[in-house]
């Protein structure tokens, strides 16, 4: 696709704030490597070799008799007779022996006869967000080589959750912040647009919607219903738009009667047209200086509700739910500061992107 004059100088514009664009390609690698969790932090290998077969159990539902075991239910690979099993192409005397048989299993043979041995790739996080280590003497248990930034208070690694929690943080703000716009950039569009009367009722039911206190709203319907990801994000979706209404409402109010708006309706251009052709790139500006507050303000409210338990179920991996434990484990400081590194690196990255984002798109900005 051919770029043309305008956007050239607004993507030169952003690549000329190298704060910005630097973040962009720093977030963008965090965010790419956060979307393949699964092959980063998993509790299952990527692949498995065995009998002449590949399999994926990331994919796929493998039970332990698939291995050659006792059991129908899904094969628990770190377990030492799967990995007996696999290892050796599913020697039933690695029921009985795992960890004799497998050590034999290296050198391909086991009492002298060769075998067809087999092998797993695994993810460079041995661990999912949800895996317990029973292994763990104590929780919470101090960074190691094994859990590189330790584990919580149910010997969870942390820092799976955090890969987890990072890409479920960044996917519900993306898309609070993309409803959110939506409907506020259509309510102030019509209000600043028309005017009038039109302007005048919307203009009453925002100041209603605004003060709403969202947070009370947000506590009793999580008593009354099961708060899931699609909910959660319904729910403050519907109490931020009304941020974007004020100054797209501005944007329009002073736009529409310029001489370029004027000889459009001249020529009889519907209202829709000269709306989003041709005002709406003008209200943009403004709506792009508040379209980081939003994503961050989702962020922080997710955070918070997590915090309060009155977010995301126990099930799901919460940064939120990690300063709760650093909170809660005050003589355990690496939960705290991996929450609040976490936070820190997010929020700003987002910041210094949003902000090269807005000066592009400014009409007064020029790329020297």
């Known amino acids: ?37 699964e092959f980063v932090a998993n509790d299952k290998p990527i692949l498995v070799w065995f009998r002449g077969e590949l399999k994926m159990p990331i994919f796929h539902f493998y039970s332990e008799r698939d291995f050659g075991g006792e059991f129908a239910t899904e094969a628990e690979y770190p377990s030492p007779e799967v990995r ?118 919307f203009q009453r039911i925002v100041e209603i919607w605004q003060n709403i206190p969202s947070l009370y709203i947000i506590i009793i319907l999580s008593a009354i219903f099961v708060m899931n990801f699609t909910l959660l994000t319904l729910l403050i979706a519907l109490f931020s738009w009304t941020s974007l209404v004020g100054v797209v409402r501005a944007e329009f109010l002073r736009a529409r009667n310029f001489e370029y708006v004027r000889a459009a309706r001249a020529l009889g251009v519907n209202d829709t047209t000269i709306m989003f052709r041709h005002l709406l790139p003008n209200a943009m500006v403004a709506t792009l200086t508040l379209l980081p507050f939003i994503i961050t303000g989702a962020i922080g409210g997710l955070a918070a509700l997590d915090f309060l338990g009155l977010g995301l179920p126990p099930s799901y991996p919460s940064l939120g739910e990690l300063a709760l434990q650093g909170k809660n484990n005050v003589t355990k400081p690496w939960l705290g500061l991996t929450a609040f590194f976490a936070f820190a690196v997010m929020l700003s990255l987002l910041v210094f992107i949003f902000e090269g984002v807005r000066d592009a798109f400014d009409p007064r900005k020029t790329f020297r």
């Open 1 to 37: 696709m051919r770029l043309n004059a305008l956007q050239r100088r607004r993507i030169a514009n952003f690549r000329s704030n190298r704060r910005a664009f630097w973040s962009l390609w720093i977030f963008l690698a965090l965010f790419l490597v956060t979307l393949c969790a």
């Open 84 to 201: 007996c099993l696999i290892r050796t192409g599913g020697l039933e005397a690695c029921l009985d022996d795992p960890l004799g048989i497998y050590e034999e299993a290296a050198s391909g043979k086991v009492d002298g006869e060769p075998i067809e041995r087999g092998w797993m790739l695994w993810p460079p996080v041995p661990y999912a967000f949800d895996t317990i280590n029973y292994d763990v003497v104590r929780a919470p248990s101090p960074p190691d080589r094994a859990h590189w930034l330790g584990t919580d208070d149910q010997t969870r690694d942390v820092l799976a959750r955090v890969i987890y929690g990072f890409r479920i943080s960044v996917l519900f703000a993306l898309v609070v912040a993309a409803f959110s716009s939506v409907i506020g950039i259509l309510a102030g569009a019509a209000q600043g647009y028309f005017g009038g009367w039109v302007d005048l009722f």
